[in-house]
């Protein structure tokens, strides 16, 4: 039975640069595929510098899951293999040719298909990896069967996605996705939309799914916080989810039988000229924007300020990510610090003058305002939090790696985008996220 749901904690953060609802087109030339984009993957690679692919041509697997496949997003050449520390691959970059030839993966309607046959081609074509298995956030297992799949519709981070406008025009892939979709589990496809914004046809007319509304403030439209207030994940149970936009490239791999990872890509930040959606595929470098980017000491961040990943100026975008947030670094010391109130700055907190403004657009840059300190209990964090987890203790356990405790704090629920506003307003500068996903990574061990 569909729910509506009023997320009452929470906090928006309204930032300078909201993309236009323009859509562009751009040339890009280079791709790179980044295995450090996946939790728990070892990669080997299939291919060598200077092969040709096309795309859908896998270029490497998982070591431990070797059935996990990882494609190319375009047709091209192999250029170069960048390896950090221990040889630790990085990316693996790939000069397009301009051809847009794929892999020809035939046409195929996913209702008349087995689960075993749709599995296998989503394992083969490299999609598979968009299916995101809770808990411990890493790529679904396809020997599991989830309880439930969930995907949220609506963004709710700062300067994100407006999913509603990314998915114009993609009503049919994304029914063929949807439909995909429900031959991978026996129990529900949760399609979970904004009650008041939400007003994509795409969205509101899927069939086979079970349509849940939320509202309020964010993180109300994390999948995260959507699964703990629909059907929370216990010890033992599986849940998928995915994107709204990787059910679209789903379901061109059945409409039109070839990987096309094209998303709808927001670059959006205080540090953009004309801020507005790009059409771009997985692994896009993002140079061919740099036209649009002011010049000067800013920071490129693959994804949101809250969860994205910092990325060079010549960088390339992650996996998961559809949007480029730009903003201006923060190397400088304020004199006095918080002491002097400004109408620059914005806090969850008093010190600022911020909470006379509400509805005021921010210019923020990423100065910590501070150093590294203990956790100290104030209860701010809760307000913030719309989940029934005691989040500092449980990250509190995660420094002394005590498993009992975390499984009893309730670490199945959560992965790192879940509290990343906690992080943002917590007065430690502790960083939350790398610390959970250092908890999960144990469980995981541990478990597995």
Not at 322 to 343: A, C, D, M, N, R
Not at 352 to 360: D, E, F, H, I
Not at 377 to 386: C, D, L, N, S
Request: charged share 25%.
């Amino acid at each position: 039975m569909s729910k509506s749901i009023q997320i009452k904690k929470g906090l928006d953060i309204k930032l300078k640069g909201r993309p236009e609802n323009k859509l562009s087109s751009v040339e890009v030339k280079h791709y790179a595929l980044k295995p450090t984009d996946f939790n728990g993957v070892t990669p080997k690679m299939l291919v060598n510098v200077g092969d040709k692919v096309k795309a859908g041509t896998i270029v490497y697997f998982d070591k431990t899951r070797e059935n996990l496949k990882f494609a190319s997003p375009v047709s091209g050449t192999v250029t170069e293999v960048i390896r950090g520390e221990k040889r630790k691959m990085l990316e693996i970059r790939i000069e397009a040719d301009g051809a847009n030839e794929s892999i020809n993966f035939g046409k195929e309607d996913p209702n008349t298909m087995s689960r075993e046959q749709i599995i296998n081609r989503l394992l083969e074509s490299g999609c598979w990896p968009m299916l995101i298995q809770r808990p411990y956030g890493v790529i679904a297992n396809p020997q599991d069967e989830p309880k439930a799949i969930h995907v949220s519709a609506f963004d709710s981070a700062p300067l994100a996605v407006d999913l509603d406008f990314a998915m114009e025009g993609q009503g049919v892939a994304f029914q063929a996705g949807i439909d995909t979709l429900k031959k991978l589990t026996k129990g529900k496809v949760h399609l979970n939309i904004h009650k008041n914004e939400t007003k994509s046809k795409v969205f509101l007319d899927a069939k086979g799914v079970e349509i849940n509304q939320f509202s309020g403030p964010h993180p109300a439209g994390l999948v995260g916080i959507q699964i703990a207030h629909i059907d929370p994940i216990n010890k033992g149970d599986i849940v998928w989810t995915i994107d709204p936009q990787s059910v679209v490239i789903i379901g061109r791999l059945f409409t039109d039988g070839v990987y096309n990872s094209e998303k709808v890509v927001a670059l959006a930040g205080s540090e953009v000229k004309n801020p507005q959606y790009y059409k771009l595929k997985v692994g896009a470098n993002i140079s061919s924007l740099q036209n649009n980017i002011v010049d000067g000491a800013v920071r490129y961040i693959s994804g949101n300020v809250l969860t994205g990943t910092q990325i060079e100026k010549g960088g390339y975008l992650s996996f998961y990510h559809q949007s480029l947030t730009v903003i201006p670094e923060g190397k400088y010391y304020s004199f006095l610090g918080w002491l002097v109130p400004s109408p620059k700055k914005h806090s969850f907190y008093r010190t600022a003058l911020s909470w006379l403004t509400p509805n005021k657009e921010y210019r923020l840059d990423t100065n910590l305002n501070g150093g590294e300190r203990a956790f100290v209990v104030t209860g701010a964090i809760e307000k913030v939090f719309p989940m029934d987890i005691y989040l500092i203790p449980l990250l509190k356990s995660v420094m002394i790696n005590d498993i009992d405790k975390m499984e009893q704090l309730g670490i199945y629920e959560i992965i790192e985008e879940d509290i990343a506003l906690c992080e943002y307003i917590s007065t430690s500068k502790i960083n939350m996220q790398n610390l959970l996903r250092q908890g999960l990574n144990s469980m995981y061990a541990e478990m597995s």
